[in-house]
């Protein structure tokens, strides 16, 4: 049960002064909800500002900065309203102080109101942003007017949170203003001298003081307030990730003995074979699997590195031990890919592969469910459907996540709920970092397939402006005629209001317009038989060119495609265009990547792209990316923490995950239940950060 403590920051965000129906569509928005009903007061809470407004700067009419927000003090001159029925003219209210003259300008005003409050000859403060016109200086309509009377009312250093369309910031920082109001005070759930040694301010304090910047300093990463909550969302996160070890400690693992009944005859048929280091890989894990100590591995290999053929045979080797095995992906079309692929490499084992994912419906999935839990099916391959609640199996040995490691603790509590604790390999073809790697799962032991197949031809990257795709359609047409295969990926589905961006329907268009029925297209839009029909039709050859969104971004495996058209490149991440970039170059064909942008190109955007053309090597890759995104942080642009979490970023707190760990680990030894004073007030902390999902873990929980 969650402490009645909190039940203020659970209550619904409608609950809030000001939020409506019509407001609580935005602010689910702003939240990335589906629905105001979704949103709590404590995700308000979380939304941190990223910037202030400074109103004490105030030099003087004559010495404000061009475009720069200052206060103003001065006595109000003259008004000159727009000429009748010119309602386009701008009224204006001239005022100065001892340094020179001011035009406010307001468009589409009402006379009236502007009179009331600006009265001729009245001293007022106004502040807004100054702008500079022949030697004039003008505010655009100023952000506060008040009479000198009345100063104090003004705040001096406002916030700036994050917005969405629509959402006027002072109707957000009213919410967020009583949002914050309604933290209580919480039980400390931090150890004493810890909190000393480190000069935490309490939980509470610390949110306020994060919404209630006095200068930029306040805003660092580095603030007592920040690194305080910083740390409680790793500790909230290490005590989550300690009680399912703790649990899985109690029970022993499934030693799975391989034979090489199947893995030998599947190993000889394959049309290639294995490099050193997927050969170690899988070593590594048939050695953590004979144990009764439950595996939990990650798979670390670059876009192209073969990871799919370690899985399989890591789950071969559970089959041959008689126990079932599964393996999940990220997405519908990765799934029945896998199943394809699976199904013809694992053929000379004569085993039964099924594939489950939430398009399986009617009699199709009662009769999966049903061979899954006779034991028929010996591996299973689907989405997040594999875990839901009525899959039964029959002897899960082996559980194989691909290219989602921030599931991977998640779904582990799920299965571990449901007294089920396969042993767990992670692949993922993004470099995580050790400190990421603790962060999302506890301890964790790595492989990494650090060479690529052999015969593997580098991919010619080049970047090239918009305005010359006329050539590449050109090019194309040649390449298709020589029986190639291209992708062409484009950032969006459909037009939105405020983008000129070209849709993928309306290139589609275009494109069909020059190749005709070539032309294949997949978004994630369509229905999960449409899409596969289009990647089935661009597989085989029926479609030589594949329209596409980035749903073909992980893991998607056309061997013989050869090009590769991405469109707004510099829209992408540089980790995404790698992981485009690597759906071509998979084959004997040498292949191809043409990065088009939208110009003009900022430094650092041009510095981005030109590390794709430079090299192939996705950690390379990765970790420029972070060099290039940490001028970002210097100059305070990025403020959030690291995906996945609220508060806390890695690279800034990796100091307090690693106390985190250790505490957590101790606190546990200590107090295995959670029932002393602190343990009690360490509930509340998971609730706060929703790790509440590890308290059913505890006996008494
Ligand atoms: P990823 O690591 O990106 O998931 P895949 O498992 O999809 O890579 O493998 C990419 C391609 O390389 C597939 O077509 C696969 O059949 C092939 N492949 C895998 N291992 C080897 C190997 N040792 N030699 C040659 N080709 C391989
Ligand atoms: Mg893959």
Redesign the pocket.
Known sequence: MRPALLDPLFASLASLPGIGPKTGELFAKLLGQESIDDCRVIDLVFHLPHSLIDRRNQPGIAHAPQGTIVTVSGRVDRHQPPPRGKSNVPYRVFLHDDTGELALTFFRARGDWLEKSLPVDEQVIVSGKVDWFNGRASMVHPDFMVKATEAETMPLVEPVYGLTAGLSPRTLRKAIEAAVERVPSLPEWIDGPLVARQGFPAASEAFSALHHPRDTLDLDLQTPARRRLAYDEFLAGQISLALVRQTLRRVAGRPVTATGVLSEPVLAAL?????GS?QTAIAEIKADMATDQRMLRLLQ?????????VALMAMLAAVEAGGQAVLMAPTEILARQHHA?LVKMAEPAGITLDVLTGRTKGRERDQNLERIESGETNIVIGTHALFQDNVVYRDLALAVV??QHRFGVHQRLRLTAKGISPHMLV?T?TPIPRTLVLAAFGDMDVSK?TEK???RKPIQTVIMPQERTGEIVERLRAAIAEGKKAYWICPLVEETEESDLMSVEERHATLAGVFGNAVGLVHGRMSGPQKDDAMQAFKNGETRLLVATTVVEV?V?V?DATIMVIEHAERFGLAQLHQLR?RVG??AGASSCILLYKGPLSENGRARLGILRETEDGFRIAEEDLKLRGEGELLGTRQSGTPGFLVASIEAHGDLLEIARKEATYTLEKDPQLESERGQAIRTLLYLYRRDEAIRFLRAG
């Open positions: 049309p290639f074979a294995l490099t997927q290999g670059d876009v192209g590195s073969g990871k799919t053929a692929t691909d290219e692949m073809a397939l197949p052999a015969g893991g495996d061997p690597g998979r084959g």
